[in-house]
């Protein structure tokens, strides 16, 4: 199974900062990584797909970078409706498996 | 408007059994791959298991496998998971999700339902 390592668990940033997310994979997946975003009692939205591409209606204050096992998600402008908590997904092969979160906590 | 939404979560003791449904609309059911994903109270997501167009290719999470039973009918536009032998760590809000590609045979994830929970407690 490859096992998805995200970094940090949770942060704390304020409004306008710019906060950086990293995912690690075990082993390399080329670009089939998604990032979501879910907030308290509601289920995940995606934001990122294949590492760089930016879903339709994201804000382009999210950005994804990365291939092969290193990605990153950046919100280069954090907003107050921003502060959630971060998953990476990645899609090269069975079973499909997530990085264990990064909540985003306003300091 | 594209949707899936749950049900059939509640409380069940431990070596029951327990069938959940998710029922789509706004998009073309038996075009796209389905999928079902866990998220214990508190704790990560957990991919569970998928199923193809047609329902005769389907994939599991090894902690489930032989236990969990994944299914579709689709004209009835809907998706279905029997969890048989249900134990404590089966607890979790269980999502229906949709392949965001409906080429893909493994993908991301869009729309999610709300979810439905199901809990595991004598």
Known sequence: ?107 | EVQVVESGGGLVQPGGSLRLSCTASGFTFSTYWMSWVRQAPGKGLEWVANIRQDGNEKHYVDSVEGRFTISRDNAKNSLYLQMNTLRAEDTAFYYCARAEDPAAAIGWFDPWGQGTLVTVSS
Request: proline share 6%.
């Open chain 1, 1 to 107: 199974d490859i096992q998805m390592t995200q970094s940090p668990s949770s942060l704390s940033a304020s409004v306008g900062d710019r906060v950086t997310i990293t995912c690690r994979a075990s082993q390399a997946i080329s670009s089939w990584l998604v990032w979501y975003q879910q907030k308290p009692e509601k289920a995940p939205k995606s934001l990122i797909f294949h590492a760089s591409y930016l879903q339709s209606g994201v804000p382009s204050r999210f950005s994804g970078s990365g291939s092969g096992t290193d990605f990153t998600l950046t919100i280069s402008s954090l907003q107050p409706e921003d502060f959630a908590t971060y998953y990476c997904q990645q899609y090269y092969s069975y079973p499909i498996t997530f990085g264990q979160g990064t909540r985003l906590e306003i300091k």
